[in-house]
């Protein structure tokens, strides 16, 4: 088996397969991995490229009947995508009666999306989560609209923030109680991504008994009716998804609705949804790929002082720059994937060496405390999340440099995907709480003896990473 290092810069499928074959699937699927990626990206390049400038200009708006709206070739895209192609399907648990769920196919397909547009990402990617929340925690009741999502019938939101609980979620003041057999929601969320536009979603709110809160839950709400769309924000990136506030007023639905256990839906819920933040991760991933692509293309073209700017030193060690740190974004998104997988299947979430994937390898992931074993997988899947969205900033910024004054143009790809990738620090969870995160999970890591850093499989630090270790010193020597 070849080592992540000896895949060395040039990853791509390679680290994939490194990473699926010690995951222990088939070389079949595998190969059925790689072919869903290639169709993928042939739907990307032929409807989504040609598109891209028409879709930012447009964007998604509210009309005065408040139906959140997309370009319609936009819409034609998802459909071909979510219903043509049933993408989603292949997500869904063998136990129910899919291909298997698995986070390092999410983390490359992301990758792909994110070269094209991270907004056509967010539309389509949210659902997957919705899907995955319901059918991780199955019943019965919930395979009606497993089926819908993985047809393309649904499409999802997350429901978590409201005004005054962003980065401490459990401070919702929204309100879920039962009355007979339904639960009853009130309460106002923003920036909900999706919102408006979607049609079946998450909503977190206080666990109200006997008019006291105890804990919080997860509702999966399926009904329009009493879900109102009080606005869409107006953002500088992300143009073609919409950021929406919600107003959920005396919402009805049934009492199997609820996700995991009462009182504990957070904890819960969240737990299973750490693929998100891996989700960030590889936006950051295909973000800087293509600034990548476009830099080195502009580079090549654009002619000043008799040469082509890419003979210039100042510009061809910004592009080297690039280079160097894009494997290393890959390899902390795929790990962190791999990490995931192992630890929802329940095996320590972490590179093992000789790692075997054997029933003994589950009885040692059952002598750590379930604590510690998700502390590692938080950290793995902080680690990425920080570490991608952090150095795609500079990354863009030493990109769009490149440009000159065209970098600062908006109708400039390279100026758009600077505008996309802003919010990646933001969303699902700040870089300052996952580096925090990170510091917590530190203990546990110390119980893996043979454990070691992501950066280790590289020589040498980039300008994006010192940058990064002298903004966050929590991160010294940890990721
Ligand atoms: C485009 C977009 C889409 C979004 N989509 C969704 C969605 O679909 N669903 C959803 O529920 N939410 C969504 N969000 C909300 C997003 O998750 C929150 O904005 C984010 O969690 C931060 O919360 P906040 O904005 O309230 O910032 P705050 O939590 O108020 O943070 C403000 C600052 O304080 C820092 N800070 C806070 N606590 C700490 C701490 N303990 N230690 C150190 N620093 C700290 C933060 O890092 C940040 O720098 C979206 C946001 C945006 C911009």
């Known amino acids: ?183 009853v929601l009130n309460g106002t969320k923003i920036y909900i991504s999706n919102g408006g536009h979607a049609n079946a979603g998450l909503f977190l709110a206080n666990n109200i008994v006997d008019g006291k809160p105890k804990g919080t ?11 109102n769309t009080e606005r869409l924000e107006e953002k500088s990136g992300l143009h073609v998804n919409p950021t929406a506030q919600l ?26 949804l750490m693929g998100m933040r891996l989700g960030v991760s590889m936006q950051a991933t295909g973000g800087a790929i293509r600034a990548l692509e476009l830099a080195k293309q502009y580079a090549n073209d654009r002619v000043q002082f008799g040469k082509p700017i890419i003979e210039f030193d100042g510009v061809a060690r910004k592009i080297k720059e690039i280079e160097k740190t894009i494997p290393r974004m890959r390899a902390y998104g795929y790990t962190a994937g791999y990490a995931l997988d192992r630890y929802y299947r329940g095996y320590i979430p972490a590179e093992i060496p000789g790692a075997t994937g054997d029933a003994s390898e589950k ?47 908006s109708e400039f790809e390279i100026n758009k995907i600077m505008r996309d990738v802003r919010v990646l620090p933001i969303y699902e969870g700040t870089s300052e709480i996952h580096e925090f995160l990170i510091t917590r999970a530190s203990q546990a890591l110390n119980l893996l003896p043979k454990f070691k850093t992501v950066s280790s499989n590289f020589e040498g630090s980039t300008v994006y990473e010192d940058f990064l270790m002298a903004r966050f010193p929590g991160l010294v020597g940890k990721i």
């Open 363 to 409: 009885m040692a992931a059952e002598s750590l405390p379930s604590v510690a074993r998700t502390g590692i997988a938080h950290y793995y899947v902080s680690a990425a999340k920080i570490y991608n969205a952090e150095v795609v900033q500079n990354i863009l910024y030493d990109a769009s440099q490149i440009f000159g004054g065209a970098g600062f143009i």
């Open 247 to 272: 107003h959920f007023e005396n919402v009805r639905v049934p009492k199997e609705n609820i996700v995991a256990t009462p009182g504990d839906g957070y904890r819960k819920v969240l737990e299973r």
């Open 1 to 183: 088996m070849q080592s992540i290092q000896s895949i060395g810069s040039d990853q791509g499928y390679d680290l994939f397969r490194h990473y699926a074959t010690k995951l222990k699937f088939s070389e079949e699927q595998v190969d059925t991995f790689l072919a869903v990626l290639d169709t993928i990206e042939e739907i990307l390049e032929k409807k989504v490229r040609p598109k891209i400038n028409e879709w930012e200009k447009v964007g998604a708006y509210i009309d005065d009947a408040k139906n959140v709206i997309l370009p319609p070739s936009m819409q034609s895209v998802i459909d071909e995508i979510t219903k043509e192609n049933q993408i989603y399907s292949l997500f869904v648990p063998e136990e129910l009666g899919g291909f298997g769920y698995s986070q390092l196919f999410q983390a490359a397909l992301t990758e792909k999306f994110a070269q094209y547009d991270i907004s056509l990402h967010i539309s389509t990617f949210i659902s997957l989560s919705v899907l995955e929340a319901l059918a991780f925690n199955y019943k019965e009741h919930f395979r009606p609209a497993i089926d819908k999502f993985s047809e393309g019938a649904y499409t999802g939101y997350v429901a978590f923030t409201e005004a005054q609980a962003g980065s401490n979620l459990e401070n919702v003041k929204s309100t879920s109680e039962l009355d007979g057999d339904e639960w």
């Open 217 to 227: 839950n997860v509702i999966f709400v399926d009904t329009q009716e009493g879900v």
